[in-house]
Each structure stands twice: as C-alpha cells, then as structure tokens.
C-alpha cells in the first residue's frame, strides 16, 4: 500500500503536493506485528495576484475571479498561509492472510484560508479489498492530474469529485466498487426579486435517501495507464408538502502515458445531473446538479469537461509541468441562478525542484478564466511559491 520505490519523481512530487499524500517520507516502528507510520509535512504557499483577488495563497477560486461589481479590479494582492500543512498516522498488519490497513490524517486548511483548525481527511480501514471510512471517492483518479503547486489544480482533471468521502468499497485486482455518501447540489431558479412565499424549493430542501454508487477500473499496460469509471445517484427534495426524484450520472476516462522524461495526460468528462461530481465545474468547488422548475419538477443539467497536461522530468531534480483544464455546465434554455451555468478554464505552468523526497520548492503561474450564466466573463494571473518539508 505503501511501497512508493518504484514511482517517477515526478509522480511522487504530485503525490506530496496535490494528492498531499507524503507516505514516500513516513517515519515508521514496528510494534509486535503491526507497522506504524507517523507522516506529514510544514508548508508555506505564498501567491501575488496581479490583476484581482483569486482565491487564497493555498488555491484559486473561480468565484474570486468573477468576484462582484465593486471586486473586479482589485489587484496587486500578496497572500501567505502555512495552513495546507498537514499530519498523519498509519498502521499495517498481517490478519487472517490479508493485510489490515488504517490511515487517519488531517491538516488545517479551509475556504479562503478563513478557518483555521484541524480538518479530517482520511479516517478508513481496508482488508482484504473491503474499504469502510472516509476516502477518496472511488469515483475519482489522479491517472491524469499533472503536478501543480495550486491546492485545487487544474478544472476537470481529477474525473470525479476531487475530494474524500465516507464509504464502502471493495476492490479486486483494478477494478473497484464504492457506495459513497451522495453529493447534489440544486440550483435556485430566482433573481432575488421574487417575494418569499413565491421561492421554489433550492438546495436547502435537497435531500438523500441512497448512497451513490460508483465503479471504477484503474490499470496500465507498458507506459500507458488509463482509469474509467461511472456514477450513479439520486436527486430529490423534499419540503414536506411536495417532492420529487430524479437519477444523475456520470463518467470519466483518464489516460497517461510515460516516454522517457516526458509524461502526457488527458482525462474527458460527462455528466448529467452529477455536476456535483464534475471536478471545480462551480464557484469554489464544483456546479449544481439540478433545479426545481415552477411545476416542482425536477430538472437535471448536463455538464462536460476535460484537462490536458505535460510534464518534462529535466533532471532528477528539476520537473516542468503545464495543463490545461475546462468544465461546462450547460444551461441549455433555461435561465437559473446559484451555482449554475458557469464555464470554467484555468491553466498553470510551473518549475519544481526536488532536492531531496523530503524538500521540494517551486514557483508557478497561474491564469483563470470564468464565464457566467449571464454571459459575463472575467479572468485573473497569480503567481505562487511553495516550500515544502516532508517527515
């Protein structure tokens, strides 16, 4: 589980900095039969916003971007943080002719670096291919991430939701099935001027009664490795006097292929009424799934995206990285507020230098692009600095 020899430099950067995984550098005791290892790493991200706020020092946020009226040519910002650091602890053991793996870790990040506390990310146990706890959602890989010093990364190119989720999974060989706690998220469908009693239901009156359920099938031949996988989860609301349910779904398929120094990633997505599961489709995360229309009827919306990237190994110390990464969800005729109907790009170019698996820096530009359901669009650069110390 922890066997990491055999990774690229490159990929073992990207796990430190966008995965924040530093299993590479644990320290590690044996106690009687069970391995246990103490992992982490101190952080310091620093960003320069040139032309207007972009998110925070850790990563940037589309709907900084867009901002409001009053926000839009605010720039020349300089933002520090040390709250992406993170912490955590791991056991092995032999059980019953299988390995019993535990993993809890946390860190101290949040939205806009405005709540600074001790944030869990992993909490789960896995035996004999049966996973139960708080994850990666199994709908979901890191084939075609390509490294960025960016919290977030790069728009569409983690496949899935992009985040860890309590769930049950069980995997065999490459292939993986997961029932995950359901992500949705419904639009509103008002502009503010509609009087109270007027307001069709929204996210508030969102509710879930089953889990997503999500398979995967991850593997490589040669250089190549590829990843594909399929989501499907139910939408519904609930306000007591009316209801209503409808089915989202959705898919990736990611690929990467190593040539020597260079490494070439693509991922495509599709989604309709699973936006929730279209990686920074939205404003600080990802977009709406659905709206209720005026006969309270749910109605889905469709969204795609896809991301493109290249890293180039100069030296066993020195990467250079570039992606490119979009999502889109598509409106169609209909005209909704919220989290809706907004087309996102973003694009990071960067220079990492590894001197050692435990020390990393880096420096890199980043520019993002966002157009709004109204047809507003607005873009912003950043440059960030990172320096990185793993244990």
């Known amino acids: 589980m922890w066997n990491n020899k055999k990774i690229p430099l490159v990929s073992m950067t990207f796990m430190a900095l966008a995965i924040g995984s530093t299993y590479v550098s644990a320290l590690e005791t044996q106690v009687g039969d069970t391995t246990v290892g103490l992992y982490g790493y101190a952080r310091l991200n620093m960003a320069y916003n040139f032309d207007r706020d972009a998110g925070s020092a850790n990563e940037g946020y589309f709907a900084e971007v867009a901002g409001s009226e009053d926000e839009r040519d605010v720039g020349d910002q300089f933002q520090v943080t040390a709250t992406q650091s993170r912490i955590g602890f791991r056991t092995s053991t032999p059980v019953e002719g299988s390995t019993l793996d535990t993993v809890i870790e946390g860190d101290f990040w949040s939205y806009n670096d405005d709540n600074t506390r001790f944030r869990l990310r992993h909490a789960y146990g896995s035996w004999n291919g049966i996973l139960a706890g708080q994850t990666w959602s199994n709908y979901n890989t890191f084939v075609a991430a390509t490294p960025t010093l960016d919290f977030f990364s790069t728009a569409g190119s983690y496949g899935g939701y992009g985040t860890r989720l309590a769930q049950l999974r069980y995997t065999i060989g490459g292939f993986s099935i997961a029932a995950e706690d359901p992500q949705a998220q419904l639009a509103e469908n008002i502009d503010g001027s509609v009087p109270e009693e007027d307001l069709l239901p929204d996210n508030d009156d969102a509710v879930s009664s089953m889990p997503a359920l999500s398979l995967r099938y991850e593997d490589s031949m040669g250089d190549f490795s590829y990843s594909i996988a399929g989501i499907a989860r139910q939408l519904k609301y609930d306000t007591g006097s009316e209801k209503d349910t409808e089915m989202g779904y959705g898919a990736f398929a990611a690929g990467a292929y190593h040539a020597g120094p260079v490494t070439l990633r693509a ?76 087309k996102n790009k973003n694009t990071f170019l960067n220079l990492m230098w590894t001197p050692n698996e435990r020390l990393m820096y880096g420096i890199e530009y980043g520019y993002f692009e966002t157009e709004l359901a109204d047809g507003r669009e607005e873009d912003a650069s950043r440059v960030m600095v990172a320096a990185q110390y793993s244990f």
């Open 267 to 342: 991922i495509v997505n599709a989604s309709e009424g699973a936006n929730s599961y279209l990686y920074l489709s939205g404003d600080y995360f990802n977009g709406a799934d659905a709206y209720v229309d005026t006969n309270g009827k749910l109605q889905t919306l469709s969204g795609d995206g896809g991301a493109l990237g290249l890293s180039y190994q100069i030296s066993p110390q020195y990467s250079l990285n570039a992606s490119h990464g979009y999502t889109d969800v598509d409106l169609g005729d209909t005209t909704v507020g919220g989290n809706a109907g907004r």
